[in-house]
């Protein structure tokens, strides 16, 4: 999922121009005749200056990452997602004791904060300036304007990797599908290969599947599908990859230390799923499944998946031998 407290233009493949920001950044400067002007990003881990305009030295340096407790006129325009302007620092009491205005000489700042699409705040755009200042309303709206142009490339990249994560997930079970499966799971496979660990592929078929849908509805079946996908969420770790193939067969890639606690994962893995859909009124549903290893070999997926595929039968033919004689 595309997380927004992330640091940004970190593979996102171009799909910002940082030359345009730049353009942003010096126009304002030069508009307001300011001799600093930034984008600053804000995430939980602290402030990172993503853009600056910055003329006579080092005046107003910051360093690569700011620490977010810090005491910084950004601080307080995220913290408030409001418009700050101080037009002479030094004079007033309430930030004459900064570190900022005390150990870099800044008398002026002016920030708003730059949100993403969904209302979370990204940054601020900033300008600062060692001398009082006194800026009109209408400056006020050209930097309003100007914000909105940096707004609408974050709207781009969110949108774009909303649509990119809709592509890779299964719209029913809301995990990744054939495609994305596929992909991240060779990823893992020549991982492995070079980190040397093992890597475990199940493949989960859901008995009776086809009786269910018949019997009871596609509602029950799509229940019977949602409600595996969110057991196997629950019971693997977020570095595990898990997906669809289609109907009711998912699979399950994940790096596996101790073989041994296998059977266990599987048990746990069937007995909630069963448990599970007995709460909602559907009984008697189970699963069959099958696993193969790679052995920090290097493989194709594909290989994996087949082998996979072939234990998961073995399974699916025993248990319908068993149903048969009553077992």
Wanted: charged share 25%; aromatic share 10%; hydrophobic share 40%.
């Amino acid at each position: 999922m595309f997380e927004t407290d992330k640091w940004a233009f970190t593979g996102l493949d171009g799909q910002i121009s940082l030359d345009k920001w730049q353009k942003i950044i010096d126009l304002i400067a030069e508009l307001f005749s300011a001799p600093s002007g930034y984008i600053v990003q804000a995430t939980s881990i602290g402030y990172r200056v993503v853009i600056r305009k910055n003329e006579g030295g080092s005046t107003f340096e910051t360093n690569p990452t700011i620490p977010p407790e810090s005491d910084m006129f950004c601080r307080h325009v995220v913290e408030s997602d409001n418009l700050l302007y101080v037009n002479d620092a030094a004079s007033t009491e309430m930030w004459n004791a900064m570190p900022e205005v005390v150990e870099n000489g800044v008398n002026s700042y002016l920030g708003l904060p730059i949100h993403w699409p969904q209302g979370d705040v990204f940054g601020t755009l900033c300008l600062k300036d060692n001398k009082e200042t006194n800026y009109t309303n209408e400056y006020f709206e050209l930097i309003n304007q100007l914000r909105d142009l940096i707004e609408d490339d974050l709207a781009l990249v969110y949108n774009f990797e909303k649509m990119r994560e809709i592509a890779m997930l299964d719209p029913l079970t809301n995990i990744y599908n054939r495609r994305a499966l596929s992909l991240l799971a060779q990823q893992k496979l020549n991982l492995s290969h070079r980190l040397g660990f093992d890597v475990c592929c199940l493949f989960i078929d859901i008995n009776d599947f086809k009786k269910l849908n018949d019997n009871s509805g596609h509602g029950a079946g799509d229940k019977a599908l949602i409600t595996l996908a969110t057991t196997l969420k629950k019971h693997l770790r977020d570095a595990d990859i898990m997906g669809r193939l289609g109907g009711d067969e998912f699979v399950a890639v994940m790096q596996i230390n101790d073989k041994s606690k296998l059977d266990h994962i599987i048990n746990t893995i069937s007995i909630e799923f069963a448990n599970a859909l007995a709460l909602e009124g559907i009984c008697e549903l189970s699963l069959s499944v099958g696993y193969s290893f790679s052995e920090q070999k290097k493989q194709p997926f594909e290989t994996l998946l087949n082998d996979a595929d072939q234990s998961m039968y073995k399974n699916k033919q025993k248990y319908k031998l068993n149903k048969k004689i009553g077992y």
